[in-house]
């Protein structure tokens, strides 16, 4: 009898030892953490943070699993709420290309949280997160990018069940536990895009909600707590639950190749603080910018080709996107990340404040940025873009951006990512300590156990800079 995609996880799992994992996937690991303690650091100097902080001390108090940024801990489920909305709450993290899931936002804090409290080695922490990336990656793959079209975020509910494979892991359960913390998962995921909208903050908690989903399966399923045996495949699985008893996925295939090819390679990072679907068009903008000689006032229009899955993402409500008013309604907005390329040369940080928002230049080009379908995006596997620029002495200026900056296909730098790490880190922390944590990350692989990490993320000097810190 053909096993159930579950039963290949759990088989994959139970199985899995830190010797498994080849030396690129181990260093690309690490820069996959390295890249989300960054982010996580420069989340605790906004607002957000400071919310989700407070409500999780009103509903459990103090405790000692650790925070980013934060001496004082908190309870296990809570602390991983926190971090998980910590590392994405920027939409600076990473993304696996193809699955369009953000693994690490949800796959670090529960391999760390919970391996601190279980006092694991760093290798075995490492080996946590790449379980969960690779089980991750593997069902959304399959989706084939379409759970954003139908309203759902696939990191809060894909996420959820790698944190239950990581979680059992760590915790040495069976491999039928495995299987049936899978099941039990899949009644505890979610994710919704309604925060489209009106820029609400909810996409922020997905990460850490699939940690919590992913632990508390696990942990029912370790006290023989039954969970259906095809969450996936099922006739209310995952997939004909959520994309609507889609034909085209070989259900056979998912998770053939687990430890054969991995998928952690081909998580991709972000060179800019916005929607992944996004960066190719930011590219696009820089790349003409470099390439002709020309004012933004003599643009007459600007039309951006993308994937027709993608267009409801971040090219519609139209008026929207073309006035955001929110940091959120920015990140994910097409013409405004144009737009503010091209207007101030690059995309930071800093055009996602209020004084960019409300930018008469920004505003007035992205008025007059429109979108087409582009038949030869490479989406899902790649993001893709092009921009066909006009100006009103009549020329046409393109560029076409195959795939996006921080794939496999066309990646960062190591470099380049320590980069983005200290410049997050620099937010909050000073040279000291952001050179502790990058030493910390960097040598998890011999680390004996998870204290120099800890005491880097949340042993701070300059506590006074972040409104997060009591």
């Not at 607002?47 to 999780?56: E, G, I, N, T």
Request: glycine fraction near 8%; proline fraction near 5%.
């Amino acid at each position: 009898m053909a096993l159930t995609i579950a039963q290949k996880f759990a088989g994959f799992a139970a199985d899995l030892k830190p010797d498994d994992l080849p030396r690129e996937v181990v260093r690309h690991a690490k820069l996959c953490i390295l890249d989300s303690f960054g982010i996580g650091v420069a989340s605790t100097s906004y607002d957000f943070a400071d919310s989700v902080l407070k409500a999780a001390f009103a509903l459990g108090g103090t405790g000692t699993s650790p925070v980013i940024g934060q001496t004082a801990g908190l309870p296990l489920r809570d602390a991983l709420l926190v971090n998980g909305t910590l590392i994405h709450g920027l939409d600076f993290d990473d993304t696996h290309s193809e699955s369009v899931v953000h693994c690490s936002a949800s796959a670090l804090p529960l391999s760390f949280n919970l391996g601190a409290e279980l006092q694991i080695s760093g290798v075995e922490l490492l080996t946590a997160y790449v379980l969960a990336v690779e089980v991750d990656a593997r069902i959304g793959e399959a989706a084939k990018g379409r759970l954003q079209k139908r309203g759902f975020h696939p990191t809060g509910i894909i996420g959820a069940f790698g944190c239950a494979a990581a979680a059992g892991w760590l915790k040495s359960i069976t491999q039928k536990q495995f299987s049936h913390s899978l099941g039990i998962t899949l009644s505890m995921a979610s994710g919704s895009l309604e925060f489209l909208a009106d820029g609400a903050w909810t996409k922020r908690l997905h990460p850490g909600w699939a940690g919590v989903a992913g632990l508390t399966a696990s942990t029912l399923a370790t006290h023989n707590f039954t969970g259906p045996k095809r969450p996936f495949e099922g006739r209310f699985g995952l997939y004909n639950t959520l994309l609507g008893t889609p034909n085209d996925i070989d259900f056979s295939e998912i998770g053939d190749d687990l430890g054969d090819n991995w998928r952690t390679l081909g998580t991709a990072f972000k060179p800019y603080p916005a929607c992944h679907f996004n960066h190719a068009f930011a590219d696009c903008a820089l790349a003409l910018r470099e390439q002709h000689d020309f004012s933004v006032a003599d643009i007459d229009s600007v039309t951006a080709l993308i994937h027709a899955d993608q267009i409801p993402i971040v090219c519609e409500p139209v008026g929207k996107k073309l006035h955001p008013k929110s940091h959120y309604d920015a990140q994910f907005s097409v013409p405004y990340i144009i737009a503010a390329t091209l207007v101030r040369g690059g995309f930071t940080l800093a055009e996602l404040e209020p004084d960019a928002l409300a930018d008469p230049d920004i505003l007035a080009l992205s008025a007059r940025v429109r979108y087409a379908e582009d038949p030869n995006s490479a989406y899902p596997t790649y993001y893709s873009g092009a921009i066909i620029v006009k100006m009103r002495d009549g020329r046409m200026l393109e560029h076409r951006e195959a795939t996006n900056r921080g794939s496999d296909a066309n990646p960062l730098s190591e470099s380049d990512i320590t980069k983005k790490f200290r410049g997050n880190a620099s937010i909050v922390l000073n040279h000291t300590e952001i050179e502790r944590l990058k030493d910390a990350v960097w040598h998890l692989d011999t680390a004996p156990d998870l204290t120099e990490l800890t005491r880097a993320l949340t042993s701070v000097e300059n506590a006074s800079n972040s409104a997060f810190r009591n």
